[in-house]
């Protein structure tokens, strides 16, 4: 499959303080980014996701490692293929919405007949058309995110990257962000979203890289993520006071002689074929599927707000 965006052992410690003490930020990171999907970059915050992407926009060089655009190397032909809103956009408040949009076609070196079309265009992706005269400063927080959208589309790329487009989103802006990345995946762009909201990225990726404290703790397609970490729940009853489950059982329980067991899911099988011919009685077999939160938080652990490492 063709890949939009890869990242080959990105490293980058950020130096800091008149002795130049190295802070870790991204430590060997390695992602591949398919085209025509939307990927997911998890991680709490100070997990070296905007660094990753800093670094993948040429923003930043990094201390070792490579990216490639659409399998080009990393240079301004390349990246004229992406689009990018960051994690905190500025916009000219005092300009209106349409103004706005021309004054970065204009950067993009867009005739004014193109220019024109574009943020009429845009705008109307982006459910801001009412808006196009209306100055940013009396925009709401989702308007702005949106028009962020707009904004980062106005060259037309293949790829737009959006650090944290759900961050200070009520619940409908946040439904709207997401509506909108997916309209935009559908019509072939493929898109790399940074987040620390879960659910956002839960209904909207196709795969998911997981990063802590600068590096990659978890990757893939979120349904095999979530089914790896499936554990079953087997309730039983009529079995010997002497019996004892397989060894792999995490957690075991009475209540009113029925035995309540959790399995992972490789061992079921065993679990119940030792249960019968122990002259038990399966009550219930049901399957206990992780959400993406419970998983992240698994993995993250305590230190879900650990930062990253300091190296000196
Ligand atoms: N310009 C900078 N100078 C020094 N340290 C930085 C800078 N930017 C980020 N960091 C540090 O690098 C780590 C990763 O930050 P960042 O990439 O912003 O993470 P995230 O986007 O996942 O929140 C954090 O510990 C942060 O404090
Ligand atoms: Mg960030």
Same mark, same amino acid.
């Given at each position: 499959?063709?890949?939009?965006?890869?990242?080959?052992?990105?490293?980058?410690?950020?130096?800091?303080?008149?002795?130049?003490?190295?802070?870790?930020?991204?430590?060997?990171?390695?992602?591949?980014?398919?085209?025509?999907?939307?990927?997911?970059?998890?991680?709490?915050?100070?997990?070296?996701?905007?660094?990753?992407?800093?670094?993948?926009?040429?923003?930043?060089?990094?201390?070792?490692?490579?990216?490639?655009?659409?399998?080009?190397?990393?240079?301004?032909?390349?990246?004229?293929?992406?689009?990018?809103?960051?994690?905190?956009?500025?916009?000219?408040?005092?300009?209106?919405?349409? @103004? !706005? /949009?021309?004054?970065? &076609? +204009?950067?993009?070196? =867009?005739?004014?007949?193109?220019?024109? %079309?574009?943020?009429?265009?845009?705008?109307?992706?982006?459910?801001?058309?009412?808006?196009?005269?209306?100055?940013?400063?009396?925009?709401?927080?989702?308007?702005?995110?949106?028009?962020?959208?707009?904004?980062?589309?106005?060259?037309?790329?293949?790829?737009?990257?959006?650090?944290?487009?759900?961050?200070?989103?009520?619940?409908?802006?946040?439904?709207?962000?997401?509506?909108?990345? @997916? !309209? /935009?995946?559908?019509? &072939? +762009?493929?898109?790399? =979203?940074?987040?620390?909201?879960?659910? %956002?990225?839960?209904?909207?990726?196709?795969?998911?890289?997981?990063?802590?404290?600068?590096?990659?703790?978890?990757?893939?397609?979120?349904?095999?993520?979530?089914?790896?970490?499936?554990?079953?729940?087997?309730?039983?009853?009529?079995?010997?006071?002497?019996?004892?489950?397989?060894?792999?059982?995490?957690?075991?329980?009475?209540?009113?002689?029925?035995?309540?067991?959790?399995?992972?899911?490789?061992?079921?099988?065993?679990?119940?074929?030792?249960?019968?011919?122990?002259?038990?009685?399966? %009550?219930?077999?049901?399957?206990?599927?992780?959400?993406?939160?419970?998983?992240?938080?698994?993995?993250?652990?305590?230190?879900?707000?650990?930062?990253?490492?300091?190296?000196?």
């Amino acid at each position: 499959m063709d890949k939009a965006l890869e990242l080959e052992n990105l490293s980058k410690t950020y130096k800091i303080g008149f002795r130049k003490a190295g802070r870790r930020a991204v430590v060997d990171v390695s992602l591949s980014i398919p085209a025509g999907k939307v990927f997911g970059l998890l991680g709490p915050n100070g997990a070296g996701k905007t660094t990753t992407i800093k670094m993948a926009l040429g923003f930043l060089k990094p201390d070792s490692g490579q990216v490639r655009i659409f399998g080009e190397p990393n240079g301004p032909k390349a990246r004229a293929r992406i689009g990018f809103l960051p994690e905190q956009p500025y916009f000219y408040p005092h300009l209106t919405a349409g @103004a !706005a /949009l021309d004054f970065y &076609g +204009k950067l993009f070196g =867009l005739k004014r007949a193109e220019r024109i %079309e574009r943020t009429k265009l845009l705008l109307d992706t982006v459910g801001l058309s009412d808006a196009v005269k209306l100055p940013l400063s009396k925009f709401s927080k989702g308007m702005l995110q949106r028009f962020g959208i707009a904004q980062a589309l106005v060259n037309n790329p293949d790829l737009l990257i959006v650090d944290e487009p759900a961050s200070g989103l009520d619940p409908i802006g946040q439904v709207e962000m997401r509506r909108l990345l @997916a !309209a /935009l995946n559908a019509e &072939g +762009k493929s898109i790399l =979203l940074s987040s620390h909201y879960l659910s %956002e990225v839960e209904n909207i990726c196709h795969e998911v890289a997981i990063m802590n404290k600068g590096t990659v703790i978890a990757r893939g397609d979120i349904g095999k993520l979530l089914d790896a970490g499936d554990v079953y729940t087997v309730k039983a009853k009529s079995l010997p006071k002497t019996w004892r489950p397989v060894k792999s059982v995490v957690k075991k329980g009475h209540i009113n002689g029925i035995a309540n067991l959790i399995v992972g899911k490789d061992d079921l099988d065993r679990l119940i074929d030792g249960i019968r011919s122990a002259g038990g009685h399966i %009550e219930d077999v049901r399957k206990v599927t992780k959400t993406l939160e419970e998983l992240f938080i698994e993995l993250v652990g305590a230190n879900a707000n650990g930062g990253s490492h300091d190296a000196n």
